[in-house]
């Protein structure tokens, strides 16, 4: 056998010993654990109200904040890297980084004015 399939050998022999120990591991905890089926575990929940039968309680207002966080999260870090190397990038960058954050403050407006922000 020459070297070259001997690497291939070593990389098979190392996927199988791999995917040996992975099903070990699996059926090891598949013994260990206790098993006590109970109706309460599976019912799903959500927001801590109690589950209705077919469709979800989950208010459209969570998901939308969960939206404008990340929007305003990732603004944070583009802006952060920029302030560091304002002076070596110059006017340009200056300029489209007030045109970026220009863009997220109507975005906010807009959330604001459309009553998003109000938790009532």
Do not use: H
């Amino acid at each position: 056998m020459t070297r070259y399939y001997q690497q291939y050998l070593a990389v098979a022999v190392l996927g199988a010993a791999a995917i040996l120990m992975f099903g070990a591991m699996l059926s090891l905890g598949r013994l260990l654990r206790p098993v006590r089926p109970q109706p309460e575990k599976y019912i799903s929940y959500e927001a801590g109200s109690d589950p209705i039968i077919g469709f979800g309680q989950s208010n459209i207002r969570y998901y939308v904040y969960a939206l404008l966080f990340v929007m305003f999260d990732v603004e944070a870090v583009f802006i952060f890297p920029w302030a560091i190397r304002l002076e070596t990038l110059g006017t340009f960058a200056l300029v489209e980084m007030i045109i970026f954050i220009v863009v997220l403050a109507l975005a906010l407006v807009y959330a604001w004015r459309k009553g998003v922000l109000r938790w009532a």
